[in-house]
């Protein structure tokens, strides 16, 4: 697993309130990525950091902003939950040969 | 657009059985194919790694084949086991911006059966 943990790994939440979901790596890995996957979609890019301090926006951004203070953490945030956000998210890292490790994934229901 | 195909949506084997899962891509300029299993409630797991100059490559009971001309790949499982029930995804790694670097295909559900 890369030494990649997720937290929380289970939330319900209720529309409207903010939600902060956490990664962390033991690894020093400088790229990190945070996805969504929902039935019948591939894994989709929300957003992405290549360093400390360092984020750019993937294909589904809207309504996530993302954090890295430190190399080992990277924070996705929803400002205000919506239904629409209901999903599982998985952060990952990446190692050479662009392949990826993943995290345990978090399951987000917003009611 | 790049993107990343897979058939069959879902399949069921019964146990002992090989099975050959598909994908194709339409991703542009290409740099690597991997499959990833993905078991029930855990994150996706990587199987195999094929750059534009490998046809084959293997892991165990999994082959992995691609042609790069006609842009697919196949994933064979042989005498395929319980713990093969999972979805196989077909991740391609190319395309003209940064973030489309890396695409993933929706996967293939398996479940194998006794």
């Known amino acids: 697993d890369a030494g990649i943990t997720q937290s929380p790994r289970h939330k319900v939440t209720e529309t409207g309130t903010p939600v902060t979901l956490r990664c962390h790596q033991t690894e020093n890995h400088r790229y990190m990525y945070w996805y969504r996957q929902d039935p019948g979609h591939g894994l989709r890019l929300i957003h992405y950091s290549y360093g400390v301090k360092d984020t750019d926006k993937g294909e589904v951004s809207d309504g996530y902003s993302v954090s890295r203070s430190k190399t080992e953490d990277f924070l996705l945030t929803l400002e205000s939950a919506t239904s629409s956000q209901t999903s599982v998210y998985f952060c990952?890292?990446?190692?050479?040969?662009?392949?990826?490790?993943f995290g345990p994934g978090t399951r987000l229901t917003v009611l | 657009k790049n993107q990343v195909e897979q058939s069959p949506q879902s399949l069921i084997i019964l146990e002992g059985k090989n099975c050959t899962l598909q994908?194709?891509?339409?991703?542009?300029?290409?740099?690597?194919l991997r499959w990833y299993k993905q078991d029930t409630g855990r994150g996706p797991v990587s199987l195999t790694i094929?750059?534009?100059?490998?046809n084959t490559k293997s892991n165990g009971r999994y082959t992995a084949t691609l042609d790069a001309d006609t842009k697919q790949s196949s994933l064979h499982i042989t005498a395929s086991q319980l713990s093969d029930s999972a979805s196989y995804i077909c991740?391609?790694?190319?395309?003209?911006?940064?973030?489309?670097?890396?695409?993933f295909g929706p996967g293939t559900s398996l479940s194998v059966i006794p």
């Open positions: 094929m750059t534009f100059s490998e």
């Open positions: 990952a890292i990446r190692a050479p040969l662009d392949t990826q490790y």
């Open positions: 991740v391609v790694s190319g395309g003209e911006t940064s973030y489309d670097k890396v695409i």
């Open positions: 994908c194709n891509y339409t991703v542009s300029p290409f740099s690597n």
